[in-house]
C-alpha cells in the first residue's frame, strides 16, 4: 500500500469527500460573476448564429460539433476512434445523409447513445439505472481492454479506487475516491440534489434549482460525480456527459422554444482535451481541497467560454462551406473538380484543427479525381483562374489550397 493510499484521520482529511462539511459544496458568486457574464455572452452569440443560418446547416453544425466532442471525450481517456466512424454514427441520429457512411462500431456507437440521450432525453429523470445503462453502453463486451469489469452497476471492489500515473512500483496516486462501500450512498445523494436542482421548464413555477446558476450546476456535477469515481471504468465520460445533460437542461430552462437539434454544441469536452493538463490540475486541486470549489467552478466556465467561442468558428465555416458552394455553382466545375473541392471543404481550415494534409498537389488530385496527370494540371489551373483555388510554390513544391477567405491549409507534409 503506498503512503497515499493510506487511511486518514477525519481530523485531517486529505480528499474532499472526507471534509467535514461534503457534500455541501459552496461557490464565491462574487468572483464567478465576471466569468458567469461572459459566459452568457458567448453562449447568447453562438445560439444566435445557428438561429441565424436555419435550420438545415445547424444540424450541419450539430454533427460536427457532436462528432468534435465525441472523439475528445475518448482522447481523454486514451481512446481513439476514426473520425468517420464517429461522424457517420452522428449523421445517423441526426438524420442527415452520409455519403461516407462507415460501418458501425460498438463502442462508438455506445459513446454515441450516452451522449444522445444525456442531451436529447435531457428532461428525463436522471436515476442510478439511466446511469448503469450509460455505462454498459460504454462497454459493450463487458472488458475494458481485455481485461473484465463490472458493468451496469456501481463498483463493488475492495481495493482502493485511484488515480494513478507513473510506472510500475514507482506510482503516484493523485486522488483516492471513496471506498465501494460508501458508494451506493453517496451516489443517493448525488441523483438527488441532481433532481432538486433542476431547472424549472419554461413557464413552469421556479423549484429549488432557480437559485442554482445552470452553469455553476454542470461544474458542480461534474466534480462531484468525478469525485464519487462510483463506476469501475468510465467515470470521466459519464462525468461529461453530465456536464453536458445539466447544460442542455439550462439551455432548455433559458430558451422559449425547444432547441432545432438535440446535441452538445458547447464544446467542452474539446477544450478539456486542449488544455488536458489544466484540466486535471484543477480536478485534482478540488477533490484534494475544501468544500469552497469556486476555483474550480471559475475553471469550468471559462473552459465554457473557450468552448462557445470555437462553436463559433465551427459555425462560421459551416457558412463559408454554403458560399463557397455557390460559387461553384456559378463558376460551371466540372464533376471531377466537384469532387476534390468538396473533399477540401470537408477537411476545413487549420484554424480549427482540419485542413488538408501536405496541402493540394497534382499527384494528389490525379488520386482523387480519379484522372490523368495532364487532365489534373489542366483541372487546378482552371479552378485556379477561377478563384475557386489558390496556388503557392513552384515545380514540386507547387502547393493548391480552397480559396474560403480566411482557411488556410498546411503547405508542406
Given at each position: 500500500?503506498?503512503?497515499?493510499?493510506?487511511?486518514?484521520?477525519?481530523?485531517?482529511?486529505?480528499?474532499?469527500?472526507?471534509?467535514?462539511?461534503?457534500?455541501?459544496?459552496?461557490?464565491?458568486?462574487?468572483v464567478l460573476a465576471p466569468a458567469l457574464e461572459s459566459a452568457r455572452v458567448e453562449q447568447g452569440r453562438l445560439l444566435g448564429l445557428l438561429d441565424a443560418i436555419g435550420?438545415?446547416?445547424?444540424?450541419?453544425?450539430?454533427?460536427?460539433?457532436?462528432?468534435?466532442?465525441?472523439?475528445?471525450?475518448?482522447?481523454?481517456?486514451?481512446?481513439?476512434?476514426?473520425?468517420?466512424?464517429?461522424?457517420?454514427?452522428?449523421?445517423?441520429?441526426?438524420?442527415?445523409?452520409?455519403?461516407?457512411?462507415?460501418?458501425?462500431?460498438?463502442?462508438?456507437?455506445?459513446?454515441?447513445?450516452?451522449?444522445?440521450?444525456?442531451?436529447?432525453?435531457?428532461?428525463?429523470?436522471?436515476?442510478?439505472?439511466?446511469?448503469?445503462?450509460?455505462?454498459?453502453?460504454?462497454?459493450?463486451?463487458?472488458?475494458?481492454?481485455?481485461q473484465r469489469i463490472a458493468v451496469g452497476r456501481w463498483r463493488d471492489h475492495a481495493d482502493p479506487m485511484q488515480i494513478v500515473s507513473g510506472p510500475l512500483g514507482r506510482?503516484?496516486?493523485?486522488?483516492?475516491?471513496?471506498?465501494?462501500?460508501?458508494?451506493?450512498?453517496?451516489?443517493?445523494?448525488?441523483?438527488?440534489?441532481?433532481?432538486?436542482?433542476?431547472?424549472?421548464?419554461?413557464?413552469?413555477?421556479?423549484?429549488?434549482?432557480?437559485?442554482?446558476?445552470?452553469?455553476?450546476?454542470?461544474?458542480?456535477?461534474?466534480?462531484?460525480?468525478?469525485?464519487?469515481?462510483?463506476?469501475?471504468?468510465?467515470?470521466?465520460?459519464?462525468?461529461?456527459?453530465?456536464?453536458?445533460?445539466?447544460?442542455?437542461?439550462?439551455?432548455?430552462?433559458?430558451?422559449?422554444?425547444?432547441?432545432?437539434?438535440?446535441?452538445?454544441?458547447?464544446?467542452?469536452?474539446?477544450?478539456?482535451?486542449?488544455?488536458?493538463?489544466?484540466?486535471?490540475?484543477?480536478?485534482?486541486?478540488?477533490?484534494?481541497?475544501?468544500?469552497?470549489?469556486?476555483?474550480?467552478?471559475?475553471?469550468?466556465?471559462?473552459?465554457?467560454?473557450?468552448?462557445?467561442?470555437?462553436?463559433?468558428?465551427?459555425?462560421?465555416?459551416?457558412?463559408?462551406?454554403?458560399?463557397?458552394?455557390?460559387?461553384?455553382?456559378?463558376?460551371?466545375?466540372?464533376?471531377?473538380?466537384?469532387?476534390?473541392?468538396?473533399?477540401?471543404?470537408?477537411?476545413?481550415?487549420?484554424?480549427?484543427?482540419?485542413?488538408?494534409?501536405?496541402?493540394?498537389?497534382?499527384?494528389?488530385?490525379?488520386?482523387?479525381?480519379?484522372?490523368?496527370?495532364?487532365?489534373?494540371?489542366?483541372?487546378?489551373?482552371?479552378?485556379?483562374?477561377?478563384?475557386?483555388?489558390?496556388?503557392?510554390?513552384?515545380?514540386?513544391?507547387?502547393?493548391?489550397?480552397?480559396?474560403v477567405p480566411g482557411w488556410t491549409q498546411p503547405a508542406v507534409e
Open positions: 500500500m503506498t503512503p497515499d493510499s493510506t487511511p486518514h484521520s477525519p481530523s485531517r482529511p486529505r480528499y474532499l469527500w472526507q471534509q467535514p462539511d461534503w457534500p455541501a459544496l459552496v461557490v464565491d458568486g462574487a435550420l438545415v446547416p445547424a444540424q450541419e453544425v450539430a454533427r460536427d460539433l457532436w462528432a468534435q466532442e465525441a472523439l475528445a471525450t475518448a482522447q481523454i481517456e486514451g481512446q481513439r476512434f476514426e473520425l468517420q466512424a464517429v461522424r457517420s454514427s452522428v449523421a445517423r441520429r441526426l438524420g442527415l445523409d452520409d455519403a461516407a457512411a462507415s460501418a458501425p462500431d460498438r463502442s462508438v456507437e455506445g459513446l454515441v447513445d450516452v451522449m444522445q440521450d444525456a442531451v436529447a432525453q435531457c428532461a428525463a429523470p436522471l436515476d442510478a439505472d439511466r446511469l448503469w445503462r450509460w455505462q454498459s453502453a460504454l462497454f459493450p463486451g463487458g472488458t475494458s481492454g481485455i506510482e503516484v496516486v493523485h486522488y483516492e475516491a471513496p471506498p465501494s462501500r460508501q458508494v451506493a450512498a453517496e451516489m443517493g445523494r448525488f441523483l438527488a440534489w441532481f433532481e432538486a436542482t433542476r431547472p424549472a421548464a419554461p413557464g413552469a413555477p421556479s423549484g429549488s434549482g432557480a437559485g442554482v446558476n445552470g452553469l455553476v450546476r454542470a461544474a458542480l456535477a461534474h466534480l462531484w460525480f468525478e469525485t464519487v469515481h462510483p463506476f469501475e471504468d468510465g467515470n470521466g465520460r459519464l462525468g461529461r456527459a453530465l456536464a453536458d445533460m445539466a447544460l442542455a437542461q439550462d439551455l432548455a430552462h433559458r430558451q422559449a422554444a425547444p432547441q432545432p437539434f438535440s446535441a452538445p454544441i458547447f464544446g467542452v469536452a474539446l477544450r478539456m482535451l486542449v488544455n488536458r493538463g489544466a484540466y486535471y490540475d484543477a480536478l485534482n486541486a478540488a477533490q484534494r481541497g475544501t468544500t469552497d470549489v469556486t476555483a474550480w467552478v471559475l475553471w469550468f466556465v471559462q473552459t465554457f467560454v473557450q468552448g462557445c467561442i470555437a462553436s463559433q468558428a465551427v459555425v462560421r465555416q459551416v457558412v463559408d462551406k454554403a458560399a463557397f458552394r455557390v460559387r461553384m455553382v456559378q463558376a460551371g466545375v466540372n464533376p471531377r473538380q466537384v469532387k476534390v473541392l468538396e473533399r477540401l471543404l470537408a477537411a476545413g481550415s487549420v484554424e480549427l484543427g482540419g485542413g488538408f494534409l501536405g496541402g493540394l498537389t497534382a499527384d494528389k488530385y490525379t488520386r482523387l479525381a480519379s484522372t490523368s496527370k495532364p487532365t489534373a494540371t489542366r483541372d487546378l489551373a482552371d479552378l485556379v483562374a477561377k478563384g475557386l483555388l489558390w496556388v503557392s510554390g513552384q515545380g514540386k513544391a507547387t502547393r493548391y489550397g480552397i480559396a
